[in-house]
Structures are given as C-alpha cells and as structure tokens.
C-alpha cells in the first residue's frame, strides 16, 4: 500500500513537472524501449511490474510517426536507477478518460476535431473509465496538453483530442 501511496505522489508530481505524461497500460508484458526512432535496436526493455509494484513514469518527450521519445524514470523515485530515455511504440502509450457531467449528472467526453477549445467536438456518453491510446500530443497557446486518442467504445472506433485525461495507473482521476 505505501509503494501505491508513493506511486500515486510521484505520478502527480511528474504531471505537475512534465505535462505530456502517459502511462504503459500494459502490466507484466515487456515492453522494448528503442535507440532511435525508425530501427528495431532495442536500448532497454521494461515492464510495469504488478507483482512487485514497480511501475514507470512516462514523459512523452518528442513524437515520430510511430514511436514517441520518452523519458522513463521509475514511480517510486529511487535514485538507485535514474532516469532514461528512448522510444517507445505509440501503442504502448496510453491515458485513462476523464468526463464531463450534464445537468442529470451523466458523463461524457468531448471528442475535438482539433487540438483547441474552439474546435467542434462530439459528446460520447459513457458509463465507465476507458483507456485512450495516444497517437499524438499538442500544447495549445494556454500551455494546455491535448492528446490525439483513439478508442473502441460500444463496438465503434473514435478518433479524436481530448484535452480532459489521467495519465496515472492507479487512480482514474476522478476529483482531480
């Protein structure tokens, strides 16, 4: 319980320090971390451990076509193992949703065409937290993160920005 107190800690830290993070959803399955962008020389490889809880942050650092540069460094601070940085498949990057709430206290999520407030957008009425796979990040003019996502929800493919997401693995955010 004390490493998901601390995991928890740091991951708001690294979201307060380094907006674009996101986090592996994939737990006890290796994960390749690549030299470069367009080869398959592989620097490191990791896992989010749930056995041990050891879990990484993940700050998108740069985007390629189909790999995003990261920094890693592990959720519970240690210095023993520093930080570092390589690329990663976008499948592997991944937020939880975050809702919006009507006057009847329903959720939903606003789907943008484009990475800004202004943008039309459609309304997805859910009924629980989903995982969003980031294809692609943007900073708009308030310094605001937007993820490009893309989700299966009621047996339908959604594409999309969001600008309301948890990059955290233990916590959906609710009152965040």
């Known amino acids: 319980m004390r490493k998901a107190l601390l995991f928890i800690f740091f991951s708001l830290m690294a979201h307060t320090l380094f907006c674009q993070t996101?986090?592996?959803?994939?737990?006890?399955?290796?994960?390749?971390?690549?030299?470069?962008?367009i080869d398959d020389s592989v620097r490191y490889c990791i896992m989010?451990?749930?056995?041990?809880?050891?879990?990484?942050?993940?700050?998108?650092?740069?985007?390629?076509?189909l790999r995003f540069k990261v920094q890693l460094s592990y959720s519970d601070g240690s210095t023993s193992n520093p930080d570092f940085i390589g690329w990663i498949d976008k499948q592997n990057c991944f937020v939880y949703s975050r809702y919006y709430r009507d006057e009847n206290d329903s959720q939903y999520i606003k789907l943008y065409k484009e990475p800004n407030a202004s943008s039309p957008f459609e309304i997805i009425y859910v009924a629980f937290s989903i995982s969003?796979?980031?294809?692609?990040?943007?900073?708009?003019?308030?310094?605001?993160?937007?993820?490009?996502?893309?989700?299966?929800?009621k047996n339908k493919l959604y594409v999309g920005w969001v600008d309301k997401y948890c990059p955290f693995i233990y916590d959906q955010c609710e009152g965040w």
């Open 22 to 37: 996101v986090m592996i959803f994939k737990c006890n399955v290796p994960v390749n971390v690549y030299k470069n962008a």
């Open 48 to 65: 989010q451990d749930t056995i041990s809880e050891r879990y990484y942050n993940v700050q998108i650092l740069e985007s390629s076509p």
């Open 132 to 153: 969003f796979n980031v294809i692609e990040f943007s900073i708009d003019e308030d310094s605001s993160v937007w993820y490009k996502i893309c989700f299966y929800y």
